[in-house]
């Protein structure tokens, strides 16, 4: 597979001296937080993710999205709630991932928010399902300067693929795919750089050596394995994999099911990044699917306000103090990927 470290280079290309500086900010209070059980915070966020839509094509289990059942609004991120928010943390921001729930290439000011992005030097990227990865879509995704490209394959065969991406076609993965590895091609392009991101489940777990032959022949970068989150594990699931390497859950004595990790009261996430929904609201992380811990609004005040809030800084506190005292937090499992 093409495995290299141009990627890695690329993201390093974009480090200023304040984005490295923000980074020391960002580790130092993380450590002193955890040493004094304490929230204290410097500096401003180093990664975020925005929102494109809510939408999606498909109709995935254990995705809100995909399931139609938010409690919150459906919509698409408008250039404007997207540009004061780019403006306002772009000196310090290193990473940008256009994607928290829906697909993203339902937007139809995806790329062109991409291309700003990429203006103010800031490394790029999203997760999609590759419907839409058509010829000209595919060159344009190229022409944008869209660093990292994450496609969700998860099957090799349309039977497989389907149990899990439902209503979804794997042939137009592949065919999205061939779109542009070959784009990046004819531009002479490294970028963006390829990675099929396969949610192993138990339908699919018996594919796991086909999909990396698979991306080898398409000429995909890299393989990715993530584990599942399943909502209502307690009682075991259909979709948790055999394969105890691929599961977030462990099965007890008395024959109900647990996740794996250990519950720790500290989370790097809430001091480096966050989610920045649709509709600006500033939530805490991508397990927030229903924005239920909603700290803010850049509609309201500057993200800078939201970020130093007494609410962040109780949130903080609070994660800190018990991390089981938070709902979300209780399904969270660290380390979610693992790479072929």
Known sequence: MNRNWHDGLNYFSKLTPLRVWNMVQLVSSYFVSKLFKKPIHWGMPTSIAL?????????????????????RPTGMLANETY????????????????????EPYLN??????????RKKGIYTATSTNAHYLTDPVARETVASGLDRLIISIDGTTQETYEQYRVGGKLQKVIDGTKNVVQWKKKLKSRSPHIIFQYLVVKPNE????????????????????????IYDYENGSELIPTQEKYSRYQQLPDGKWAIKNKLVNH????????????????????????????????????FKEVWRSEAYRSFRQKLIRSRSEIEMCRNCSEGTKVWA
């Open 83 to 102: 540009q004061s928010v780019i403006d306002e943390l772009a000196p310090r921001l290193s990473y940008l991932i256009f994607y928290f729930q829906g």
């Open 51 to 71: 929102e494109p839509t809510t939408s999606c094509n498909l109709r995935c289990p254990e995705c809100p999205s995909g399931l139609r059942n938010f409690t």
């Open 206 to 229: 018996h594919q796991l050596n086909e999909v990396k032959a698979l991306a080898d022949k398409l000429g995909v970068n890299e393989v990715a394995f993530k584990t599942a989150q």
């Open 108 to 117: 139809p000011n995806f790329l062109d928010q991409v291309k700003y992005a």
């Open 267 to 302: 989370c790097w996430k809430m001091w480096h990044s966050c989610v920045i929904t649709w509709d600006g609201k500033v939530v805490p992380c991508c397990f927030d699917k229903d924005a239920h811990y909603q700290l803010g609004a850049t509609k309201e005040q500057p």
